[in-house]
């Protein structure tokens, strides 16, 4: 008995496999893309244009669809990033940062645990976010362009607030700074 598949049976085979690739791909064609609904125009790109000279400081841009900024601080003096209201935010040392739940920055992050946001009090409390010198978060300066409608090439520019020292040492004052621009999809 001869069990060798025969060339008429292995061509008849490789026929009705690209039959069946024709006629499917026509179907998923026939069929095209979901319809979706409120489709951005374009995304806002957020860049750093000048840091603060402060040794073992280090920030940079988390690309999302909502920038963010990741800082991270290996330096001598403890720093303090300054909310939206020039309060008080996020403390940063070489090995933690600490963030302050009476910051009303702190209380609008997306991100804040909902334990630690709903524990504020009036006069707030410290307490450990990360048991690095690193933390990132989606800063509200870095969204003023999200919900424009604007043409290629709009732009803004913020600045973070650093506070180098602590207590009654904090008397130097430097700003992270950079620019947004809303880039159309083309």
């Not at 040794?55 to 999302?64: E, H, R, V």
Request: no cysteine.
């Amino acid at each position: 008995m001869n069990f060798e598949p025969s060339r008429t049976g292995t061509s008849a085979t490789l026929v009705l496999f690209g039959l069946v690739s024709l006629s499917v791909s026509g179907l998923a064609g026939a069929h095209g893309a979901p319809d979706a609904d409120n489709i951005p125009s374009g995304v806002v790109k957020a860049s750093i244009t000048e840091q603060p000279g402060i040794p073992g400081l280090s920030t940079l841009i988390l690309d999302a669809p909502r920038p963010g900024v990741m800082l991270s601080y290996r330096g001598e003096e403890p720093i303090t990033i300054l909310g939206t209201d020039g309060e008080a935010f996020l403390r940063f040392s070489q090995n933690r940062v600490e963030a302050y739940t009476g910051s009303a920055s702190w209380q609008a992050l997306p991100s804040a645990p909902q334990g630690v946001a709903d524990a504020a009090s009036e006069t707030g409390t410290w307490v450990i976010v990360s048991n690095s010198g690193s933390f990132g978060w989606l800063d509200p300066r870095l969204n003023a362009l999200q919900d424009a409608h604007g043409d290629a090439g709009e732009f803004a520019q913020w600045r973070i607030p650093v506070k180098l020292g602590s207590g009654s040492e904090s008397t130097s004052v430097h700003h992270i700074v950079g620019e947004l621009t809303f880039k159309a999809f083309q």
